[in-house]
């Protein structure tokens, strides 16, 4: 189980994920979440093809939005991910806490 918090800060929008990972085959993990703010759940695929490699997919139902990206973690701590969805691409740093 796990908890998610975006920050936005260009417009100062706090979203809340509740969700759960659960690794289907070695290397592959799936999941499932509900954001708490938007009241709709999402679900998602990720594979780790490397120690610090993985590619992800996510969809979101209630926009039907497909999102790609792919992670390399730079250390324990932080990770940076290029992100694809429907509509654009961005660049997203990831800190684990």
């Given at each position: 189980?796990?908890?998610l918090?975006?920050?936005?800060?260009?417009?100062?929008?706090?979203?809340?994920?509740?969700?759960?990972?659960?690794?289907?085959?070695?290397?592959?993990?799936?999941?499932?979440?509900?954001?708490?703010?938007?009241?709709?759940?999402?679900?998602?695929?990720?594979?780790?093809?490397?120690?610090?490699?993985?590619f992800?997919?996510?969809?979101?139902?209630?926009?039907?939005?497909?999102?790609?990206a792919?992670?390399?973690?730079?250390?324990?701590?932080?990770?940076?991910?290029?992100?694809?969805?429907?509509?654009?691409?961005?660049?997203?740093?990831?800190?684990?806490?």
């Amino acid at each position: 189980a796990f908890a998610l918090v975006d920050f936005y800060p260009k417009n100062t929008r706090w979203d809340f994920d509740l969700g759960l990972y659960r690794e289907i085959v070695p290397k592959v993990r799936a999941n499932v979440r509900y954001s708490v703010l938007d009241k709709y759940w999402k679900g998602g695929i990720e594979y780790n093809f490397a120690k610090r490699l993985a590619f992800r997919y996510e969809y979101r139902a209630q926009d039907h939005i497909s999102e790609f990206a792919l992670r390399y973690k730079l250390h324990d701590f932080l990770a940076l991910e290029a992100v694809m969805d429907n509509d654009d691409k961005w660049l997203r740093f990831i800190g684990y806490f």
